[in-house]
């Protein structure tokens, strides 16, 4: 890896004011991201995972500056994105793009795919209605298997995986090095999001993206990423390399995400897995300690009073009883 991150978070915090109670009269701090760091280097892809509602789209936010943090600090190529003006922010967006979940809301019903992928080439001053502009958007649609049929159609009259090709294509026109992937397979059937896959991986070969890919699906996590964030309400639990994470999860509630995994192999079917116990705590009433104590099978008196923090620099977790040192403690008694 190089010696500076090409992007830096360190600790990212966004809150919302959210009422409670019957008449709506408590006022509640919900704190959707609560104290992120993270490192992300030039030409790798990051997976951030975690279950629905953990934090993860509110983080992309953050970092796109599409949502204003509550405090903490976002450097890109040493530059801090939260104090840069607007016009300053606007030529480093030519660099960071953003996919969205959704293909059907991320698209203007009423724009044709020209006018479309010509919209971030005019917001920037990059458009000439000449031939050259017009090669380019041609070029785009042929980066992401169109042609030029495409260019004069509507977003309704393409399918889901076209309609998501069309705003890979639109996050491209401007050239950028780093793409967050905001769970950009969710809404697609299976075999369309193996194509949608397959044409991400191929243009962060042949371009050399950094990606920071936003799934909760962990089947393609381990064949995509060099490095996995593991996000439970708000803050990072555990941090490591893919194939670390998959075959020696410390935290429990990683094994249990990766216990959610369908195992197609029946040979396989027999591993160890983690089974859920108790409930998922509401996010406007976190308890305290560990946040993962009341789902946790190992937990102790002192992950319900003392939140532990994320230790380690390779393969980091934060947790009091890692399942690595359980296993480290059950072999020696086995010796």
Not at 40 to 63: N, P, Q
Not at 83 to 102: D, G, P, T, W
Not at 224 to 239: H, P, Q, S, T
Request: proline residues 6%; aromatic residues 6%; positive net charge.
């Amino acid at each position: 890896m190089n010696d500076l991150p090409l992007l830096r978070v360190r600790n990212l915090r966004k809150s919302f004011l959210s009422k409670s109670g019957i008449f709506k009269r408590r006022r509640i701090t919900v704190y959707a991201v609560d104290g992120i760091d993270l490192d992300i280097y030039k030409g790798k892809t990051y997976a951030l995972v975690g279950e629905s509602g953990c934090g993860k789209s509110t983080l992309a936010r953050l970092i796109m500056r599409l949502v204003e943090p509550t405090g903490g600090s976002i450097s890109y190529r040493g530059k801090n994105l939260l104090s840069v003006s607007a016009k300053e922010m606007s030529a480093i967006r030519k660099s960071m793009q953003i996919i969205f979940q959704n293909p059907y809301a991320s698209l203007d019903p009423r724009m044709s795919v020209r006018e479309a992928l010509a919209e971030p080439l005019k917001a920037h001053g990059l458009w000439n209605e000449d031939e050259e502009s017009e090669k380019e958007l041609l070029h785009l649609l042929g980066l992401v298997g169109l042609d030029e049929e495409a260019l004069d159609r509507y977003p309704h009259q393409f399918s889901g995986g076209q309609r998501q090709r069309i705003c890979i294509a639109r996050a491209l026109a401007l050239r950028p090095e780093f793409l967050v992937c905001d769970e950009p397979l969710s809404a697609l059937d299976l075999s369309i999001q193996a194509q949608i896959l397959n044409l991400l991986m191929e243009l962060q070969e042949r371009f050399g993206f950094t990606y920071l890919f936003i799934t909760h699906d962990l089947s393609v996590v381990r064949h995509i990423a060099d490095r996995v964030f593991v996000m439970l309400l708000g803050k990072i639990v555990e941090a490591g390399g893919a194939e670390e994470i998959f075959d020696s999860p410390h935290h429990p509630y990683t094994h249990l995400l990766l216990s959610a995994v369908p195992v197609l192999d029946p040979r396989a079917r027999g591993r160890s897995r983690l089974l859920p116990v108790g409930e998922i705590p509401s996010p406007l009433e976190i308890p305290p300690g560990c946040r993962f104590q009341t789902r946790c099978p190992f937990v102790k008196d002192l992950c319900k009073v003392e939140e532990p923090l994320l230790d380690g620099n390779v393969h980091a977790v934060a947790c009091h009883f890692p399942l690595n040192q359980k296993r480290r403690t059950a072999s020696k008694r086995n010796e």
